[in-house]
């Protein structure tokens, strides 16, 4: 039902999301008339719109009589801003005639207050500048709109200003689709849906700060400004700009739910390649780029390095040379690493169908556990193991810390290893399958932005989340897993943040719903505010603590003791651990628990 209801949601949505220089633009998309006028009306108005070499946009309230239309213009060039002057003059014409209303539903604002005196007459605009002289004399709260307004097509007034023109820019990764990244940070609207503060997980930082600054709509119209040249030559790889993006924690948030499909954390990686290529790498950006690098040998040194949790004065230390919180518990390196898929129990038989399973570094070095419970769970439903890895050198990694930290050039060398080792899989077309929401899908979203081709295209239709396959294989009947029931119990699911953006945290509580017995419950909120390495830097650490208190963390904290917490993330489970004191578990070992009775 809730899809049902949505349509006119995501319709405006995708009408708002439309990539190119020409967008639906609102100044008649007000217009009102009779129920039985409308059907005339709207066929008169496409016309008007051929006359002018474009067409409209339609949604909205038709059984009202208030059909919303945007025609597509593109208001950089001076043409479209004639014509659509000219539009607008025959729409309202035609809506007089209907006697209808030019105001259905929103403001006038500065693209219908000019045409008040056709609409209503002099006699009430007169009206209308008294009552504002009485209340306003100095003309202060929004001059120039419903009295007194500028001619609507004055582009003075506009975004895009006569002579407005991008700055050249050597992108590193693919803005094709949006027309270059200039493009794709004129996307942003300022339709101010990433104000919200419920329900979903945009805008994360906002909802902690309320500082515009720290909003979607704050740092995409900074980064056109940017961009445009309108904030200084350097103005992209400036400290202020830094700043800006700073708390962006690429929760992805912005991505499903911004009506215009702003993609901050894709933004933000572009913006930090640029940043570092002029002001060099720190050392806490490059400790943690670095990690799938040295986490071989690290490894082997974990009883050592672990004492850095149970030391304050090394905490202290490690805060003071490398800007991570003393506050923090860092992750606990394993002593026994993931090392591959063990053989298969038994004679493998030959019904099996073969999967790759591609774990990440997070769960490769710090929690095998889950690793280790994957393969179980997979053999026991039926499925023949491969680990893939390198014909040599250190495991496979998808690249996402050297993309935190803006490293585009070290994160290729990750993505192309990672071809090579999966090209056999990639050809056999075999399921490609990831525990970490944030690895995983890296080979869905940025690894194609990074290397666009048909091997990385492939790569991402093949590459799934556990649950994901989990819940498409049972879907066609072949994922046949005995598991012991749970009657009585109850589950609680926080879903990662790119595991919403993408659309994949329902397959989750279905995964763990095929425990008989087991109630599985989640919770709308934001992110959990730990973000990859974000709530561990020492500058960051309060600003991560509020945002895991606007939603997750009293969520977590006040589940019953015996209730089942899961979170797939495994930044989710850290700072679940850190700020309320519970364990939560990724769903693998949950269905491992319940398949092992």
Known sequence: ?????????????????????GKPISFIEDCAVRLEDLAEYTDRLTRVFEKHGTYGTWYAHASVGCLHVRPVLNLKEELDARKMRAIAEEAFAMVREYQGSHSGEHGDGLVRSEFHEAMFGSRIVRAFEEVKDKFDPAGLFNPGKIVRPP???DRSLFRFKPGYRQLPLDAVLDWSEWGGFAGAAEMCNNNGACRKSDPGVMCPSYRATGDEQHLTRGRANSL?????????????????????????????????????????ARMKIEFLHHYRARHGLGRRERLVAYLPRYAPLAARLAPLLNLRNRLPALARLGERFFGLSAQRALPRWSERP????????????????????????????????????????????????????????????????FLAAGLVGEARVEARRMLDALAPAIAAKLPIIGLEPSCLLTLRDEIPAMLPGAATEALAAQARLFEEFVES??????????????????????GHCH?????????????????????????????????????????????????????????????????????????????????????ARHIVRILDEASAR
């Open 224 to 264: 056109r400004l940017a961009l445009s040249g309108q904030l200084g030559g350097d103005a992209l790889v400036s400290d202020a700009m830094r700043e800006t993006m700073a708390l962006c924690i690429s929760c992805k948030g912005c991505k499903r739910e911004c009506p215009t499909g702003i993609d901050m």
């Open 151 to 153: 001619k609507m097509d």
């Open 499 to 583: 595991q919403k953006a993408f659309g994949t945290a329902g397959a989750a509580v279905g995964a763990l719903r095929l425990i008989p017995g087991l109630a599985v419950e989640t919770f709308d909120a934001t992110c959990c505010g730990m973000a990859g390495a974000f709530g561990y830097e020492a500058e960051h650490y309060e600003v991560s603590r509020k945002i895991g208190e606007l939603g997750v963390l009293p969520q977590m904290r006040g589940a019953a003791p015996d209730t089942l917490l899961a979170a797939c993330g495994t930044s989710c489970r850290h700072q679940i651990a850190d700020l309320a004191g519970r364990e």
């Open 338 to 401: 993931y090392r591959g898929a063990a053989p298969a129990d038994g004679t493998p038989r030959g019904d099996r169908r073969e999967v790759v399973l591609l774990i990440d570094t997070f769960n490769r070095y710090f929690e095998p556990e889950n690793a280790r419970a994957a393969e179980r769970v997979l053999a026991r439903a039926g499925y023949r193991v491969r680990a893939p890895e390198p014909a040599v050198g250190r495991p496979l990694c998808c690249g996402r810390t």
């Open 1 to 21: 039902q809730s899809a049902v209801w949505n349509v006119r949601k995501e319709g405006l949505n995708n009408m708002m999301s439309m990539k190119g220089d």
């Open 473 to 494: 294989e049972r879907a066609a009947g072949r994922f046949r897993l005995a598991l012991a029931p749970m009657p009585g119990r109850r589950a609680l699911l926080h």
